[in-house]
């Protein structure tokens, strides 16, 4: 277990140190009760709901230690959620002041954080990716202000599948005075599996998610890894009960089964490069570097292409509509029938 916290932390807005935590009976008490009567449950409920009808630990003890431990980190650096998509809109309220502060992010990239942003009244400023959607840190340091106390950059970036170098994110980092927000959603199908577990100082906080490599996208159960006092504000300030007991227990479950989870990774890395061999043999596409789960893909006509194969129940997503995403479709990897049937829609479209 390693913690390696050691530089000062960025700001969090000042009124939420004060704010005191929502507490319940059960977390003033310790040892084992013989009677829960504090939360108002139905107690006959245990009749048909045996595993679910007591209130969910709204810490998260037994998933944050399992986490830990497979990542050999402190219980104390992880926090969990409902899906990354409520820690990222958690860190968003936690830190910008709406009306004030703005989010510095780049394009073409998630688009959840721009929308979060948004919805707090903050200002967006996207910098745009280079051609080759390399991080362009000069930009984006050119872009950072006293109005931008924070980034958040997804790694492998998603629509692009991009895994930028360390040392492109250090260059930003150690001239940036806010907080780095790496998403790493799909660090697992990386080269870089542990992604900035071993670089992070008190300045990082990195989101990590069961929907993606894990296979649980429909629990909605999504962690981060940050400093102690993060995890710790966030336990005061989240929504009491965000996480139920049955997703709780169930990445529980899963994170016993790692040798599962990483033998599927291996396949669709395996997927991956064969996919990107027999895309870029089709005439005019051009299949963009990924380490991720998916490919960004830029064949003729791309919106028509999207269209044709929506008409044969294929569901790809069109991504033409975003900056230096011309003529882009962005493929999920799939089994390796699947692809084939991929494969022959798009040889059968494109040379008609």
């Known amino acids: 277990m390693r913690m390696l ?9 000042p009124h939420l140190q004060a704010i005191p935590p929502y507490s319940s009976a059960r977390e003033e ?5 013989r009677l829960y009567l504090d939360a108002n449950e139905n107690p006959y409920a245990k009749a048909w709901e045996p595993t679910a009808y007591r209130y969910p630990d709204p810490y998260h003890t037994a998933l944050r230690e399992a986490i830990a431990a497979h990542w050999g980190i402190s219980p104390a650096e992880v926090a969990c959620g409902a899906g990354s998509d409520e820690l ?4 968003l309220r936690a830190v910008a002041e709406p009306s004030q502060d703005t989010l510095l992010t780049v394009t073409p990239s998630y688009g959840v954080y721009t929308t979060y942003a948004r919805i707090h009244g903050l200002g967006v400023r996207e910098v745009r990716l280079e051609p080759d959607f ?5 930009s984006l340091l050119a872009a950072a202000g006293p109005d931008t106390p924070l980034a958040i950059l997804c790694r ?4 692009t599948g991009t895994l930028w170098p360390a040392e492109a ?4 980092v150690q001239r940036f005075e806010g907080w780095v927000v790496l998403d790493e959603a799909y660090i697992e199908f990386s080269s870089e599996p542990r992604g900035w577990l071993d670089r992070r100082t008190p300045q990082f906080i990195l989101l990590r998610t069961f929907s993606k490599a894990w296979g649980m996208a429909g ?3 999504g962690y981060m890894i940050a400093n102690p006092e993060v995890v710790s504000l966030y336990y005061r300030t989240k929504l009491p009960y965000n996480l139920s007991q049955p997703a709780q227990a169930r990445a529980l479950s899963v994170l016993k089964r790692w040798p599962l989870v990483e033998q599927s990774i291996r396949r669709l890395q395996a997927e991956r490069a064969r996919l990107v061999e027999a895309l870029a043999a089709l005439p005019g596409v051009q299949v963009f570097p990924s380490e991720a789960n998916f490919l960004l893909v830029r064949v003729p006509n791309a919106l028509a292409v999207y269209r044709r194969l929506l008409d044969q129940g294929i569901v790809v997503r069109y991504r033409g509509n975003l900056p230096l995403c011309e003529n882009t479709l962005r493929i999920t990897l799939g089994r390796p029938e699947e692809n084939n049937t991929l494969l022959e829609a798009l040889c059968r479209i494109i040379s008609s």
């Open 5 to 13: 916290w050691s530089f000062a932390m960025p700001r969090f807005r």
């Open 29 to 33: 008490f310790s040892g084992t009760a």
């Open 88 to 91: 990222i809109d958690w860190i």
């Open 134 to 138: 390399s991080l362009p840190t000069a």
């Open 156 to 159: 492998p970036n998603n629509p």
């Open 169 to 172: 994110i250090e260059a930003f």
């Open 219 to 221: 629990w909605r159960v």
